[in-house]
């Protein structure tokens, strides 16, 4: 069996060299692979970047699965794979947990730079979703007020959480957005952020997209920049990518390479769950029964510091230094900054140095602490 796997994908060589043999588990560049590459692949596991349809697969008649060890599937042809029945997975919620540490990030870092009470931020969360709801989880532990906009959930009547019109959300202290690309139907979410939507935003809020880049109109946050106008602007993902608008970036407050989802455990997280989906499906074609042999948690290294013990109660000087010690969003900023126009935004993306997520580290709290806010926030308890 040949599976052609993205390079950029952590572990896959741990988990999926058991299905073949080494020279059939081939990695591959992201966004140069080509349908001649992958005439004889019989799985591909892709990540963003590559485009899935016709045009990659048309001549491929052995391929019966294909992954995407991310969260957006805006890059995959479904219908098309449906039609030619090939088994597709995503790995929902794999980054999610990541994404949610770069938003609480930012805006520790914010509302340090700013000398603001990040306790009396509200926030309003567009999408619902895996991530919208692990960033409501952190909200609540830090007692932040948020207020969350979908109207799929809301239409659905599975979901018994309230939610508010995009109007109310977008008139919050701080805008998260974390929604998928959608150009078509009842809920686009292209230029959901257009001209207009933009114009009306005040000189002190916050808006942090970390979801899709052309959810907001780039030349039209930029015109309104340009026109001096106070908005402080988080971009994790630019509309075009890999091209950034970059006139852009020294308006924003913190610029990144499309990487809040490349936490280790985010980025091993999706690899994990595609092994387990071709597990599944291979039983499913032997009429076997699943194993997963392999877990995540066995490959993970510990983390540089692994340990913290609180000597005082939980408060916002501790909140701002566990944050940072684990994960500074500056770091990438800086290196955005420093590196976008030498190096191009693929290869910092590849190049991506190790990060972290809060549970990787263990906190200790005061002896009958009053407050429990670090494991709320996600940090380990034992
Ligand atoms: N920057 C990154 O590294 C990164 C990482 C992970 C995910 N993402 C992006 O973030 C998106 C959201 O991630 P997720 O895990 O929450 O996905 P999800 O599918 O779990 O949730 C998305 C939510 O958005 C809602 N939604 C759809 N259209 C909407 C609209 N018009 N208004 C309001 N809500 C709407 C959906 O109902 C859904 O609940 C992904 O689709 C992906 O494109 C980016
Ligand atoms: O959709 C996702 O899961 C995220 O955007 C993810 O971070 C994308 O990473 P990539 O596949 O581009 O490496």
Redesign the pocket.
């Known amino acids: 069996m040949k599976i052609f796997f993205d390079e950029n994908m952590p572990y896959a060589n741990d988990f999926f060299s058991d299905f073949c043999k080494a020279e059939e588990l081939i990695p591959f560049s992201g966004r140069d692979l080509t349908a001649e590459q992958v005439l004889d692949a019989d799985v591909l596991l892709v990540r963003s970047i590559t485009k899935v349809n016709e045009a990659l697969l048309k001549n491929n008649n052995k391929i019966s699965f294909v992954g995407t060890a991310t ?2 599937t ?1 890059h995959i042809d479904q219908a098309y794979l449906n039609d030619r029945d090939i088994t597709f997975h995503s790995a ?2 794999c ?2 947990i990541s ?1 949610a540490e770069y938003v609480i990030s930012s805006l520790v870092i914010l509302a340090e730079r700013y000398q603001l009470d990040i306790q009396k931020f509200s926030v309003g969360i ?7 709801t692990r960033l409501s989880e952190k909200l609540t532990a830090l007692g932040i007020d948020y207020i969350i ?5 809301e239409q659905s009547k599975n979901d018994n959480r309230v939610f508010s019109s ?1 109007e109310e959300v977008l008139k919050c202290d701080v805008i998260s957005l ?5 150009i078509e139907g009842e ?3 292209y230029h ?1 952020l257009d001209k207009s939507r933009l114009n009306n935003l005040k000189n002190d809020q916050i808006i942090i997209n ?3 880049g052309e959810v907001i109109d780039n030349q039209a946050l930029l015109a309104l920049k340009k026109q001096g106008h106070g908005l402080k602007v988080v971009l ?2 630019w509309e075009g990518e890999p091209d950034v608008l970059m006139p852009l970036i020294e308006y924003t407050e913190i610029a990144t390479a ?5 936490s280790l455990e985010g980025k091993a997280r999706g690899t994990e769950m595609l092994y387990q989906a071709l597990c599944d499906h291979i039983a499913k074609q032997d009429s076997s029964s699943i194993e997963y042999k392999y877990q995540l948690v066995n490959f993970l290294p510990p983390a540089n510091i692994s340990m913290i013990k609180l000597n005082q109660e939980f408060n916002e000087v501790i909140l701002n230094q566990l944050v940072k010690m684990v994960y500074d969003v500056r770091r990438d900023d800086a290196i955005f900054r420093q590196q976008i126009a030498s190096q191009g935004f693929d290869s910092l993306r590849k190049n991506y140095p190790v990060r972290r997520e809060f549970s990787s580290v263990q906190v200790t709290l005061l002896p009958n602490a009053l407050s429990d806010v670090p494991h709320h926030l996600g940090f380990n308890k034992t």
Do not use: S, W
């Open positions: 969260i957006g805006d929902p919620g980054n999610a994404v567009v999408g619902g979703g895996n991530t919208g906009c979908d109207p799929l959930l995009l974390h929604v998928p690309k959608v809920h686009p979410t959901l970390a979801c899709r994790d993902v499309h990487i809040a989802g490349y």
